[in-house]
Nanobody
Framework: QVQLVESGGGLVQPGGSLRLSCAAS????????MGWARQAPGKQRELVAT???????NYADSVKGRFTISRDNAKNTMYLQMNSLKPEDTAVYYC???????????WGPGTQVTVSS
C-alpha cells in the first residue's frame, strides 16, 4: 500500500506561482511512475505532468513552459512548480503513483488551486 498526500495549494493571482508537493509513505520504494492530474469543476480529470522512475518528464500542452515536475526519491516526495498561473489552471490537483508488486495506481486526496484576482 502507498499513501499520497498533497500540499501547497491555495489562492494566487494570475501570473503568480505555487509549488505543490506530494509526500509518499507506506511502500514508497515500490513506486514507479508518478504524476499530477487536475480536475476543474464540471470537467473530466486531466493529466498535467508525469515523471517516470527513469526517463523524460512529460507535460500537457496547456502547461508546457510554465509547470515543472520533479521528484526526490530520497525524500519520497514529488513536486509541481507552477509559474505564470492562469485562471484556467484553477482545479483540484491530485498526485498519483503507480506502485506495488502487482502494479496499481494510487491517488492522493487532492489540493485546491485557485487562480483569481
Amino acid at each position: 500500500q502507498v499513501q499520497l498526500v498533497e500540499s501547497g495549494g491555495g489562492l494566487v493571482q494570475p501570473g503568480g506561482s505555487l509549488r505543490l508537493s506530494c509526500a509518499a509513505s507506506g511502500s514508497a520504494a515500490s513506486i514507479k511512475n508518478m504524476g499530477w492530474a487536475r480536475q476543474a469543476p464540471g470537467k473530466q480529470r486531466e493529466l498535467v505532468a508525469t515523471v517516470p522512475s527513469g526517463g523524460n518528464t512529460n507535460y500537457a500542452d496547456s502547461v508546457k513552459g510554465r509547470f515543472t515536475i520533479s521528484r526526490d526519491n530520497a525524500k519520497n516526495t514529488m513536486y509541481l512548480q507552477m509559474n505564470s498561473l492562469k485562471p484556467e489552471d484553477t482545479a483540484v490537483y491530485y498526485c498519483y503513483a503507480y506502485a506495488g508488486v502487482v502494479v496499481r495506481v494510487y491517488w492522493g486526496p487532492g489540493t485546491q488551486v485557485t487562480v483569481s484576482s
